[in-house]
Nanobody, 120 residues
Framework: QVQLVESGGGLVQAGGSLRLSCTAS?????AGWFRQAPGKEREFVGR????????YYEPSLKGRFAVTKDNAKNTLYLQMNSLKPEDTAVYYC????????????????WGQGTQVTVSS
């Protein structure tokens, strides 16, 4: 079992930056971030591999968002820059060590989410 606790959400003006943190109680192969806006489906933001730091992003967010990690602290970060009102959502941290037949990560563990609100 891996428990994930997010922090760092809040209210920010458009154009501003915010950094989310996610502290894990254990280690997984991959950890990532998702978000869900009101009335919309949850969407993938980005992920990182704990061992080699390989990252992968939702293409539309790459360049503004960055996923990093601190292995010593078992903590995952999401740096968000040039924020837009459409980035408003609940942001979730997720972790997994299993993969499906296509090589896609199966995220078995989820945090409780942290609200990010971007005002215009």
């Amino acid at each position: 079992q891996v428990q994930l606790v997010e922090s760092g959400g809040g209210l920010v003006q458009a154009g501003g930056s915010l950094r989310l943190s996610c502290t894990a109680s254990g280690r997984s192969i991959v950890a990532g971030w998702f978000r869900q806006a009101p009335g919309k489906e949850r969407e993938f933001v980005g992920r990182i591999a704990w061992d080699d730091g390989y990252t992968y992003y939702e293409p539309s967010l790459k360049g503004r968002f960055a996923v990093t990690k601190d292995n010593a602290k078992n903590t995952l970060y999401l740096q968000m820059n040039s924020l837009k009102p459409e980035d408003t959502a609940v942001y979730y941290c997720a972790a997994g060590s299993r993969f499906d037949y296509r090589g896609q990560v199966l995220y078995d563990y989820w945090g409780q989410g942290t609200q990010v609100t971007v005002s215009s």
